[in-house]
């Protein structure tokens, strides 16, 4: 799976939207871009996961550069409870495949401030 | 619709004492896994399996055995826990390889 490069930390009002970065300049053509995150104690939570066109769902919003080497998780209207970290993974996504395991960088510390 | 559980929240081991990790999901997912998440190491497989049956290695199997007796439950366990061993442990499930995996509320383990 391709590496991935975050920010260690961000900052965001809350009400405000809160846009993390993720670099993947290596991903190949049939790897997704997943983001999970982890609040405080509690176990990963998947959010959203994208190939090359932009998402939404209920959570959040994934852009997708043009040439797929970065993307950005949106969320909307941040609010106190979307303080954790939050990872973003590139891995392939096929009912073919064999590597089983989720790789988890250090991943990005939002922090929503009142 | 629970998703994925996991018995008990927390548990404190004296050291070669033995107990075992209980992981449901009512998601009828084929794939289930064990990670384990130690401060600083992110989260590493330990032992997966791909069906009803079947179990194999991850990445850190060493000192854990598994057991998939029924699709829908997970079993990892801990014949002679060591201070090692003291992690967050988080069972997953997707329902095909590579899919989405969800996670579990984890369980705490302290060895001492």
């Known amino acids: 799976d391709a590496k991935t490069t975050q920010p260690t930390s961000m900052d965001c009002a809350e009400g405000r939207a809160a846009n993390l970065p993720c670099n993947h300049s290596t991903i190949s053509g049939n790897e997704y871009v997943y983001w999970y995150r982890q609040i405080h104690s509690q176990g990963p939570q998947y959010i959203i996961h994208g190939l090359k066109n932009n998402e939404t769902n209920e959570m959040a919003s994934l852009i997708i550069t043009e040439d797929r080497k970065s993307s950005t998780l949106i969320l909307p209207h941040a609010t106190l409870r979307d303080t954790a970290v939050y990872y973003c993974?590139?891995?392939?996504?096929?009912?073919?495949?064999?590597?089983?395991?989720?790789?988890f960088g250090k991943g990005t510390l939002l922090t929503v401030n009142p | 619709n629970a998703g994925v559980t996991q018995t008990p929240k927390f548990r404190v081991l004296k050291t070669g004492q033995s107990m075992t990790l209980l992981c449901a999901q009512d998601m009828n997912h084929e794939y289930m896994y064990w990670y384990r998440q130690d401060p600083g190491m992110g989260l590493r497989l330990i032992h997966y399996?791909?069906?009803?049956?079947?179990?194999a290695k991850g990445e850190v199997p060493d000192g854990y055995n598994v057991s998939r007796l029924k699709k829908q439950n997970f079993l990892l366990g801990l014949e002679s826990a060591a201070p090692s061993q003291t992690s967050v442990y988080f069972c997953?499930?997707?329902?095909?390889?590579?899919?989405?995996?969800?996670f579990g509320p984890g369980t705490r383990l302290l060895v001492l």
């Open positions: 997953a499930s997707s329902y095909l390889a590579q899919e989405t995996q969800y």
């Open positions: 993974i590139v891995r392939v996504s096929n009912s073919g495949g064999s590597n089983y395991k989720l790789t």
């Open positions: 399996s791909v069906g009803e049956g079947t179990t």
